[in-house]
Nanobody, 113 residues
């Protein structure tokens, strides 16, 4: 049974940084495309970052490009989302997705000014 567990969320001030982690068990992420999504209150869940499994190609949504960096450590079956220069509009529940099939439970990020 595949499980994804996110961690690292929290309450931070504008301009702060956070690193989210997503640890995968029950499967090997080496060939998986891994992605981070977020869902703000009253809004749809949106993909903000993705790394393709077989070639490492990355994608970032416009609002986070240049501030967020996604990385993966396949040996640890873990992906990260490094978030810098956080803004109030980054407030959301952040979800990890594996192979376009598996979801974590989410971790809350709240940015206050």
């Amino acid at each position: 049974q595949v499980q994804l567990v996110e961690s690292g969320g929290g309450l931070v001030q504008v301009g702060d940084s956070l690193r989210l982690s997503c640890v995968v068990s029950g499967g090997t992420i080496f060939f998986w495309t891994m992605a981070w999504f977020r869902q703000a209150p009253g809004k749809q869940r949106e993909m903000i970052a993705r790394i393709v499994g077989n070639n490492g190609a990355s994608f970032y949504e416009d609002s986070v490009r240049g501030r967020f960096t996604m990385s993966r450590e396949d040996a640890k079956n873990t992906v990260y989302l490094h978030m810098n220069s956080l803004k109030p509009e980054d407030t959301a529940v952040y979800y990890c997705n594996g192979a376009s099939r598996y979801w974590g439970q989410g971790t809350q990020v709240t940015v206050f000014s």
